[in-house]
């Protein structure tokens, strides 16, 4: 199958998931794995299918010459943290042409088979490139892409080192508050907060602040996601963070149902958004910059900020938002 004819298939993949039914699914999705709730994985689907849309992939194909030279095995490790947060990596084996044997996470192992299920009836060709696998060795494949943990990421460094790797650690996003935003935009804001239980990359675990705003309207604003505590594993995070700053007397303010707290750290543990306050834009474009490396994304104002992306549409990245900012087609065709 040529380029072009990979391009018309991921289209139709798209639109087949978008009209799949996908409910009857969730209560065996939720029983593997307690953090993937019903609206988690329909929210994923969303995304997904977003990218798929014609005009997003026409777009993003463009930009890349169509030189294949032979087909090559490419082992795929997905992490687990959100559902189906290694598809994207899949997506761009298959457009590339290249084999891809994929290694699922033990959280997340049903949907993602499911969603190949459906390219498999759409190309069933691809059923010959596209291979599950429990385990993954260097021996087995030509190249490499892993995401996991800082932990996970030395592992894959040190087992694949001999192999073209594009291998992904732990990373999280970033707002930045102007301080002329108006509600409704803050509330946008929440949503990259809180999505899927702000486990994912994109989701935002610390605000930059300027001087003198007010963090009791901000906490006022964000209310309405307070349903977040019905489910079981995200209440235990946060009524354990609630102790910990309480016990240690860490400056803090209790939401109800996450913490605001002050601190310099990028990464916050979950249930806890961490803030911080800048004087001007010289010393917030500093804290950006000395982080970047731990950054994988910036929210602001419908994207005031340089090279940021409007509040509320983290989650739904266009396919040219590459992880880590690599660019995973250009590895694989340079394979």
């Known amino acids: 199958m040529q380029w072009n004819q990979r391009v018309e298939s991921l289209v139709a993949w798209g639109e087949s998931i978008k009209l799949h039914d996908w409910p009857p699914f969730y209560p065996e999705i939720e029983q593997l794995n307690p953090w993937f709730t019903g609206e988690s994985v329909s929210l994923a689907l969303k995304g997904i299918a977003k990218y798929l849309e014609p005009g997003s992939l026409h777009h993003w194909q ?66 010959d490139s596209l291979r599950f696998v429990s385990q993954l060795h260097a021996n087995d494949v030509d190249a490499i892409i892993a995401t996991g943990s800082d932990n996970s990421t030395r592992y894959f460094e040190y087992h694949f080192q001999q192999l073209p790797a594009l291998i992904r650690s732990n990373r999280t996003s970033l707002a930045v508050i102007s301080g002329d935003e108006p509600d409704i935009q803050l509330q946008l804001l929440g949503h990259d907060i809180y999505s899927y239980f702000g486990r994912g990359c994109r989701n935002v675990s610390k605000v930059m ?126 394979l």
């Open 62 to 127: 463009s930009s890349y010459q169509k030189r294949i030279s032979s087909a090559k095995t490419v082992g795929i490790i997905m992490a687990g943290n959100i559902p189906v947060v290694g598809f994207h990596d899949l997506v761009c084996c298959y457009l590339t042409g290249h084999r891809a044997l994929i290694k699922p996470s033990s959280q997340d192992e049903l949907l993602i088979k499911l969603l190949v299920d459906l390219l498999f009836e759409i190309d069933p060709v691809a059923t």
């Open 209 to 334: 602040f300027p001087e003198g705003f007010d963090i009791g309207q901000f906490n006022e604003i964000l209310q309405p996601y307070g349903r977040i505590l019905e489910n079981t594993r995200y209440s235990d995070n946060y009524r354990y963070q609630k102790a910990l700053h309480q016990i240690q007397n860490l400056p803090h303010i209790d939401t109800g149902f996450s913490l605001l707290a002050p601190s310099t750290s990028i990464v916050a543990p979950l249930s806890v958004l961490y803030y911080d306050n800048y004087q001007n834009q010289d010393q917030l474009d500093q804290v950006i910059l000395t982080n970047r490396h731990k950054i994988q994304c910036i929210a602001s104002d419908r994207g005031w900020y340089q090279d940021s992306h409007s509040f509320g549409t983290l989650q739904f990245p266009e396919p040219w938002d590459y992880a880590d900012g690599v660019d995973t087609v250009a590895f694989l065709l340079g």
